[in-house]
């Protein structure tokens, strides 16, 4: 039976060629440590290049992070279609969406929404709205039961009404 040494393995080996054998080479029946080596080298590499993309990737979600959460959302949804579809332009689109700050119309419009609300029940404390039946016309000149009837005035023209000049306050 064989000595499985690696002395052994290479006592049939020319002399000279031993010195030419580099220190990698494996004798036979051995493990060979230099593909166990470069195997981890290259499962490291790839594991560095991953958690480099993702992070990559995650650059927009971190910016649109302290931005509204429609925008925030939206970054996401553009940045996990450049993550799957490997379409660039998503990426930078998510990236451009994170950096630029979208202003908020919603905010006015409520405020506005709540102003009139405000102003509406200054008008009509009983929160009903008159009907248009019972409801003369503001500019109209209909008696009242605090104003006795006299003779009829007649209609003021479209054109010559006049609008009062609004005030700018605060409600």
Known sequence: MADPT?????????GVALEAIPYFATPPGQPDQMLFI???FLLAVVVGI???YFHLHAIPEKMAHRASHTQFQLVGIMALLALFTHNSVFWVGALLLAALNIPDFLS????IADALGVAAARLDPKGEAPSPETAPPAWSAAPTSAQPAGPA???PD???ISTPAREDRNV
């Open 6 to 14: 690696p002395d052994a393995a290479l006592a049939d080996t020319h």
């Open 38 to 40: 470069v195997g981890l």
């Open 50 to 52: 991953g958690l480099i």
């Open 158 to 160: 479209a054109a010559a």
């Open 153 to 155: 005035q007649p209609e």
């Open 108 to 111: 006015p419009l409520n405020k």
